[in-house]
């Protein structure tokens, strides 16, 4: 049975609140874009995800999303993500889809082999793979099988919540660990990650920020 990716997308000027003491507006914008275009072109190039589902509210997203020949999901405005998820589960369970995996769209080093990890790691049904982020509080990484076999708890220590509702649920679960899947981009210590991975966005950002955030960077 298929496998469908779920990428849910924040406002893509809304998004990298965090940044907003060293990059405008803008500069957030366009690098909620490449963090969104480098998810979406690792997930092509994954051959077992028959397809990629892009949940967001932002028209924009949405559109950036089929152009990259994504399907898409209008999430309702006042809907928070673990609802939009649990919509969007829904919707893809009613139509025979056999296991989900749920990304986020701001993993700068994720590559189509972690994908893959993740994926090869999914028990059998009813399983769950798991990948933690980099403080292991966090979840970069959830793959189920059936769609909806746990209910989705992200937010604050998501990665504990998860690993609790997998084993009342009574599935099976692996836990991945990939610099790939746990280095997210929040904070501008992380910036640093753009130069290796966006040299061209690097290149666009306004001398004075680099030099703030990026110059002396580990």
Sequence with gaps: MATVAVVPVKPLRRGK??????????????????????????????????????????????????????????????????????????????????????????????TPEDVRALLDALPPAPGVALAPNATGKGTNGLAVRPPGAIEYAYGPNSFTRHLTLAQKAGA?????????????????EDLHLVTTVFPEFAARVAPGTRARTIEGTP
């Design 17 to 110: 609140s965090r940044l907003a003491n060293v990059l405008t507006v803008g500069e957030r914008t366009q690098l909620n874009r490449y963090l969104f275009t480098h998810t979406l072109e690792v997930l092509q190039q994954v051959p077992a995800i028959e397809r990629t589902l892009v949940v967001s509210r932002d028209s924009a997203a949405l559109a950036l999303a089929r152009d990259h020949g994504a399907h898409t999901l209008q999430e309702q405005s006042n809907s928070q993500l673990n609802l939009a998820l649990k919509r969007a589960t829904m919707m893809l369970r009613a139509s025979g889809v056999g296991a989900l995996l749920i990304l986020p769209a701001d993993l700068p080093l994720l």
């Design 172 to 188: 099976a679960v692996a836990v991945i660990n990939r610099p790939g899947l746990a280095r997210d981009l929040d904070w501008p």
